[in-house]
């Protein structure tokens, strides 16, 4: 079983609760959106620090397993940029992404912590992102097995973007509960799973954190031995 949470800790905010979080859920892997990379420690608990990126004010990183997984390589990607983007210049990266080895398994695969353009963007400049975002995870060697998590920011019409993603050959997996709250209007699942090569047990939200978003907790299996 392969557990990773994703968590946007808006702004850093919540960083404070990640000790926890690890401890609490016995997670593999933790990717993270918006947080100060300056400010992040080597380790969080039992998980070691794969990389971050280092272009944005608002961050991404992974953390791994040492025990479980050898790390093979770690890359950020810039992807379309937004009007927001280009007036505020709030994350030049929205992507990075890690091929790790299981030890237990030997299986390869690529993980990745994604945030997508936020709600003043359309929606076909999200979807462009997430098509990227999934061509660049396939171009690291994530084309057997792929797992990208994060702020997708796309709360409507999600049965068409799980179209869309079908076609990149990734399936989509929303959580069991809304992962934001706290606008009325524009609350429900933000934060997803697409995945290829694994079979995903369940994306459960946990509590809410000092957050806006809540953390998701992705739990899935290898496809084949």
Sequence with gaps: MLRVISYNLRKHTASGELEKLVADHGIDMLCLQECNTEDLPPTVGSLHLADSTNGNRLGLAIYYHRDRFTTLETKTFSLKKSLHDHMLSPAHERLIGTRIVDNATEHVLVV???????????????????????????????????????????????RNLASHVKRSGYDLTRSDRRTYTRYKVFNGHFDFATSLGLNIDSVETLPRGKSDHLPILVSAEYDSP
């Design 112 to 158: 990745g912590s994604f945030h997508a353009a936020p709600l003043s963007a359309s929606n076909s400049l999200r979807r462009h992102q997430i098509r990227s975002a999934h061509a660049e995870l396939l171009g690291m060697g994530g084309e057997d097995i792929s797992l990208m998590v994060g702020d997708f920011n796309y709360p409507f019409f999600i």
